[in-house]
């Protein structure tokens, strides 16, 4: 069975302070990798996926992940966070279909 | 930009009340789920529908759940008679195609159902 682990439930840092947001899964088969985002009072919104090649995926407001097949992972990381990223991130993984979510890790950037 | 909406934005219900959560997917969309996340757990997959009929269901979805898409444009999700254990966030999403995981679910804003 798939599943998936996010490290931290909260992340506070300060504005264009790095940060990781750590997610691990298990999973006996090749899964494809996501990460989603929700700001307050939205819906889900898709920051960025792995399906195959590159190891290393960006968004276009300057998150990246990267793959990990042998430690199961795929952290997601921004080198300088703005207040605006303030917003609950969510891992997800799935196997045809269904999407199964890690437990969310709220990121909380502080001026 | 097409959005997956979802209706009411809250709903209040007393326990053994039917509830019915409405969504209107992206239109050309054609596979439809559900999923809900009670309050400080994550989300969890309810039910895929494709093809007027569900494709997969998880547990959780028992026969106090069901779903239709009664016409072209809205999928619901009803819950026969509500349960305290029911209140939580309920997600709509809706996406081109599935199988490969290849395309993209797009998610509503939710409905908080509160069951007193």
């Known amino acids: 069975a798939q599943s998936v682990t996010q490290l931290d439930s909260q992340v506070p840092v300060f504005e264009e302070a790095p940060v990781e947001l750590r997610c691990n899964y298990s999973s006996s088969v090749s899964v494809y990798l996501f990460w989603y985002v929700q700001y307050p009072n939205q819906g889900l919104q898709l920051l960025l996926k792995?399906?195959?090649?590159?190891?290393l995926v960006e968004s276009i407001n300057g998150f990246e992940a990267e793959f990990n097949k042998s430690q199961t992972s795929f952290h997601l990381r921004k080198p300088s966070v703005h207040i605006s990223d303030t917003a609950e991130y969510f891992c997800a993984v799935t196997k045809g279909g269904k999407l199964i979510f890690g437990q969310g890790t709220e990121l909380s950037v502080k001026p | 930009e097409p959005e997956v909406t979802q209706t009411p934005s809250h709903q209040v219900t007393q326990m053994g009340q039917e509830v019915i959560l409405r969504c209107v997917p992206i239109s050309n969309h054609l596979y439809f789920y559900w999923y809900r996340q009670i309050l400080g757990q994550k989300v969890e997959f309810l039910v895929s529908f494709y093809n007027n009929e569900i494709s997969e269901k998880s547990e959780i979805f028992d026969d106090q759940f069901s779903v239709e898409r009664p016409d072209g444009s809205n999928f619901t999700l009803k819950i026969r008679s509500t349960k305290l254990e029911d209140s939580a966030m309920y997600f709509c999403?809706?996406?081109?195609?599935?199988?490969?995981?290849?395309?993209?679910?797009?998610f509503g804003p939710g409905t908080r159902l509160t069951v007193t």
């Open positions: 792995y399906l195959s090649g590159s190891t």
């Open positions: 999403a809706s996406s081109e195609f599935a199988g490969t995981g290849l395309y993209e679910q797009y």
